[in-house]
Structure formats: C-alpha cells, structure tokens
C-alpha cells in the first residue's frame, strides 16, 4: 500500500490535505539562528514580519526522523 505524506511547504491547502486525507509533518524554518516548527510555532504574518527585520534570508530545516514515527504506525 502507497500513503502520501507531505510536509507543511508542500504548497497543497490545508483543506485540500483534509479531504484527500494526506497527513503532513512541519517543516522548520530558521530565522536569526532560532528554530520554530511551521505552522505551529511560526504563523505566516509572524514570519513575514521577522522576515523585514531580519538581515538574514530564512533557512529551512528538515523534520526529524521521529517525526515521521507516529504517521508511520
């Protein structure tokens, strides 16, 4: 059997996940040398704005393995 799982930069809606049933796993985004989970830890207006005030581009970083666990049980 073949399950889909997306991250949360995979550009799919949310609503569109939901109905295709396709669970997704957060990616981190790294601005100013901290960490936070997107989209439970980094809203899209938040970043935005630390985006302006920060001399740095935004780096992304990947989920950790055990991340992947609970979808995988």
Same mark, same amino acid.
């Given at each position: 059997?073949?399950?889909?799982?997306? =991250?949360?930069?995979?550009?799919?809606?949310?609503?569109?996940?939901?109905? !295709?049933?396709?669970?997704?796993?957060?990616?981190?985004?790294?601005? =100013?040398?901290?960490?936070?989970? =997107?989209?439970?830890? !980094?809203?899209?207006?938040?970043?935005?704005?630390?985006?302006?005030?920060?001399?740095?581009?935004?780096?992304?970083?990947?989920p !950790?393995?055990? =991340?992947?666990?609970? !979808?995988?049980?």
């Amino acid at each position: 059997m073949i399950h889909i799982i997306a =991250d949360s930069l995979c550009g799919i809606p949310a609503s569109e996940r939901a109905k !295709l049933g396709i669970p997704f796993i957060s990616q981190f985004v790294i601005i =100013d040398g901290k960490s936070y989970r =997107d989209t439970t830890e !980094l809203d899209t207006p938040t970043l935005l704005k630390k985006m302006r005030s920060s001399p740095e581009v935004p780096k992304t970083g990947a989920p !950790l393995p055990e =991340d992947y666990i609970p !979808l995988f049980r």
